[in-house]
């Protein structure tokens, strides 16, 4: 039986949390003569317990090494050696340096490059990208607009490339909002409803954009969700707004179809994004979406949301003026029906599905 190890220490992350939670779900079920080797951070195995369960051909291993760390490099090869991997798959571009098999990395964006934080975040992620173009098998990413930086900005070869999207739980599609709790069903005080943005708070998700829209709409909500949408820093940006604005912080997956399914819309403003998956969400849940012309984001909407420059504060609120109940009830129908039909073409089986490809495809030119 191969062994493949996958690195899972970024579970309680927000969006690359879900991608490695919805492969641990799949891929042991797809792929039963494969044994699993996964690798989870301290109180790991816990949650990984509690998000996807255990099967046969899964094992586990609690590596300590703190992220962004020489310790994780030193760490992860070690492991690697020990339980004789044949394969390690790493969901994000830090790749261990002293790993000896082969590798898979999944690259979900170039935001550290193109839009970094600091002068230290850039060289960080160069040099990180640098060691994925010579170590890497394979680069998985979840869409052309990130497989057209990796060529440009990481100079990664398209043959080495595979664009492998997201997907939605089927949990999203066709559900009501039912019994809401009653913390969602004050969120309708506002006559038009709530705008709703999913957030880690980082700034280039664009919540200075969206404050600055909304300063002119004075009979809208906003609700901020996501692991991080409670900082300290984004408190005190909304303060602005005062009263019109609730921070939920992180929810359960039960809490955030709630939220969703009680937006007049949702908004992703983000100056980059490597997929977007709280629009593809949105979508699923049957809501219209507005997202910025930026990055992957024409790119997973399609047809079925409007899309607003992602300079120009005047054209997104236009947008959410024309996406509010009421504005134009047939046309925002439409989006809806739209983006139901787009939503399902985004699984977590298909994106399962084509990780073991990748992993076959790795397994082959080993031997």
Request: aromatic share 6%; with cysteine; proline share 5%.
């Amino acid at each position: 039986m191969p062994r493949i190890g996958i690195d899972a220490r970024k579970l309680e992350d927000g969006g690359i949390g879900r991608y490695v939670r919805e492969l641990l779900r799949r891929l042991p079920v797809l792929a039963p003569d494969t044994t699993f080797v996964v690798l989870v951070g301290p109180g790991g195995v816990e949650r990984l317990a509690r998000d996807s369960g255990f099967a046969r051909n899964v094992e586990t291993v609690e590596v300590r090494a703190r992220g962004y760390s020489l310790r994780e490099h030193l760490e992860l090869g070690a492991v690697a050696r020990a339980r004789r991997l044949d394969l390690l798959h790493v969901p994000h571009y830090v790749l261990p340096a002293t790993a000896s098999c082969p590798l898979i990395v999944t690259v979900h964006d170039l935001i550290h490059m193109r839009l970094p934080r600091s002068v230290l975040h850039g060289a960080y992620a160069r040099a990180m990208l640098a060691l994925v173009r010579r170590r890497a098998c394979l680069v998985l990413t979840p869409s052309r607009a990130v497989a057209r930086d990796l060529e440009t900005l990481a100079r990664i070869g398209e043959a080495r490339v595979r664009v492998v999207p997201n997907g939605v739980d089927a949990a999203f599609w066709g559900q009501q909002l039912g019994d809401a709790p009653a913390s969602f069903a004050s969120y309708h005080v506002m006559r038009t409803g709530y705008v709703l943005n999913v957030t880690n708070g980082l700034p280039h998700k664009g919540l200075d954009l969206l404050l600055d829209a909304l300063r002119e709409m004075p009979d809208v909500g906003l609700v901020l969700a996501g692991r991080g949408s409670d900082a300290p820093a984004v408190r005190a940006q909304v303060a602005s707004l005062g009263g019109r604005v609730r921070v939920l912080g992180e929810l359960s997956e039960v809490e955030l179809r709630l939220a969703y399914q009680g937006a007049a819309v949702v908004v992703v403003a983000s100056r980059l994004e490597g997929f977007g998956l709280p629009a593809l969400e949105a979508m699923a849940a049957g809501v219209p979406v507005v997202v910025a012309d930026a990055g992957a984001l024409p790119e997973v909407v399609g047809d079925a949301g409007l899309l607003f420059p992602v300079t120009s504060v005047a054209c997104l609120r236009g947008a959410l003026y024309r996406s509010m109940p009421g504005s134009d009830p047939l046309a925002r129908q439409d989006r809806i029906r739209r983006g139901l039909a787009r939503a399902r073409e985004f699984t977590w089986d298909r994106t399962a599905q084509e990780t073991r490809a990748a992993y076959e495809r790795a397994l082959r030119w080993r031997t």
